[in-house]
């Protein structure tokens, strides 16, 4: 049975803080074809960095965007612009060695760097914030390793110190700290980046997914409201749409939950990551005239859902019981690609391409890791070495650890996909309003959804993708395919890909 209760939702108003507390763009869809030097599809913070840093150099580009800029998995982050990663270094550096490790924490330290240039070059009203960022030890195991974590971050020149005064309300054994590290709001940023990058010859068009891509001279995106024709193409869009480069089973994706509480205190100057399990990403905000507390935590690969409400309500208990905080104001979830050997990719989108080019994997640290792609690609397709790009190339000859990665990841998939093939529910009488489920209508997998109304809504459950049964998240009200993370509305359109087609409507049964 697949099915979930809308009893006892967990509290909050369901809708990301930044999404929330931002003003709502209106950028046109193109009537008519476009010519640019370079397309770049998703409003994201790669793909508007990237946008943004390409136009600085004298092109004109053409940003296109599924809904909203802002409204995607950017959006939906903790807002942390920081190169501390949790434990990152001594994990990347046990599968790639001190060199690869210092690259990456490089490119991390400069994207910092970059967002704060950005943001005073453009004037952009986004909360940035320089903040401490914190790994912090509640054990002595953890604490031996946020040793490590830091001995070796200050060897590769990040600015990274081991102490135990770390300015949380409970106690905590000691802690990594990096320096110098940022946040920001996350939606107001990337209107702001938007706004600078639209005009001039260039574009941001919003309402406007991609329907396909071709690789050429010139490249082109084709769109419903007319095709966009450029030297070359980005395609920042989480994971790829469509099969493009293979990306989602290069990535798996691993789904996070966030809750913000309102408080009476002023926001901490530092940010913190717990180091052990369970994961809590904490951090304080000040939003339109009100304090919050953001915890994040309960992730989980997409193909193990479970009881996401109960995800929720955990979090809710850490911010009550442990921080002090009172009336959870939001809540929300996200998705990011976790790639195979940890490193994200950046490039082109396959060997044989020509002029379509690819971010992925942002490892859900996206917008550190996401600004340094962005910088990666402006700097290949204008023909400047970057130092950066070998470690974050797409097309990398991946190490013999990572193909029985590999196997072991996507054995995972094909034994989700034969649950949800196994799966069945009594019928649409059954359901409750607000709850859907999965249900065989003329020997069909349907996906049913009934709203609070009592209004019953009816889709195909087979995911537009690959073919994977759809499960209903109760919490979240959508329809999740466990195989590669695409998320769909109780309408069938396409929250998140890579499924590029909305699920197709089926009479109500
Ligand atoms: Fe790949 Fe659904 S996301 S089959």
Not at 151 to 180: E, I, M, N, Q, W
Not at 330 to 341: A, E, M
Not at 379 to 402: K, Y
């Amino acid at each position: 049975m697949n099915a979930a209760s809308n009893s006892g939702r967990p509290e909050g108003n369901p809708v990301s803080l930044w999404v929330a507390t931002a003003a709502t763009t209106g950028y046109p869809a193109p009537h008519g074809d476009v010519e640019v030097d370079v397309a770049v599809i998703g409003a994201g913070i790669a793909g508007l960095t990237a946008a943004l840093a390409l136009k600085r150099t004298g092109r004109t580009v053409a940003v296109i965007e599924t809904a909203r800029v802002g409204t995607g998995v950017t959006g939906h982050t903790t807002g942390k612009v920081t190169s501390l990663h949790r434990l990152a270094y001594t994990e990347l550096a046990r599968r790639h060695g001190t060199s690869t490790v210092r690259t990456y924490g490089e490119a991390n330290q400069a994207a910092i760097e970059h967002v704060a240039a950005v943001v005073a070059g453009e004037g952009i009203d986004c909360g940035f914030r320089r903040v401490a960022n914190y790994t912090y030890a509640e054990t002595d195991d953890a604490v031996a390793r946020v040793r490590e974590e830091a001995a070796l971050a200050a060897r590769l020149g990040l600015p990274a110190t081991f102490t135990t005064d770390v300015p949380l309300p409970f106690p905590v054994k000691g802690a990594v700290r990096f320096d110098g590290q940022a946040q920001i709001h996350s939606v107001k940023y990337l209107q702001g980046l938007a706004a600078a990058v639209n005009g001039e010859g260039s574009f941001v068009f919003e309402g406007t997914p991609a329907q396909r891509v071709h690789d050429g001279s010139p490249a082109v995106v084709v769109t419903e409201g007319g095709a966009i024709r450029a030297n070359d193409i980005i395609v920042a869009t989480n994971v790829p749409f469509g099969g493009q480069g293979l990306f989602y089973l290069r990535c798996h994706p691993h789904r996070s939950y966030l809750i913000a509480g309102r408080v009476d205190t002023p926001p901490l100057d530092a940010t913190f990551i717990s180091a052990e399990e369970p994961l809590r990403s904490i951090l304080t905000a000040s939003v339109g005239g009100s304090s919050y507390v953001l915890i994040g935590g309960e992730g989980h690969r997409v193909s193990e859902a479970g009881d996401t409400a109960g995800r929720y309500r955990r979090l809710a208990a850490f911010a009550h019981d442990r921080l002090g905080v009172g009336e959870i104001a939001y809540r929300w979830s996200t998705q990011d690609g976790v790639p195979l050997d940890g490193l994200p990719y950046v490039g082109r989108m396959s060997p044989t391409a020509k002029h379509v080019y690819v971010i992925a994997g942002l490892r859900k640290w996206g917008l550190t890791n996401g600004t340094a792609a962005a910088l990666i690609l402006t700097d290949a397709l204008s023909g400047r070495e970057n130092g950066w790009a070998s470690v974050f190339n797409s097309n990398r000859i991946t190490p013999a650890a990572s193909a029985g990665r590999f196997m072991k990841e996507n054995a995972k998939t094909m034994a989700t996909v034969l649950r949800g093939k196994l799966g069945g529910h009594p019928g649409h009488a059954a359901l409750a309003p607000g709850e859907g489920a999965v249900i065989k209508v003329n020997r069909e997998s349907t996906a049913v959804y009934k709203d609070p109304d009592g209004q019953v809504r009816a889709v195909s459950a087979i995911c537009t993708h690959l073919g994977c049964t759809v499960a209903f998240n109760s919490a979240d009200t959508t329809w999740d395919c466990p195989c590669h993370g695409s998320r769909f509305g109780t309408d069938g359109s396409v929250i998140q890909g890579p499924a590029a087609k909305d699920l197709p409507s089926r009479p109500a049964p």
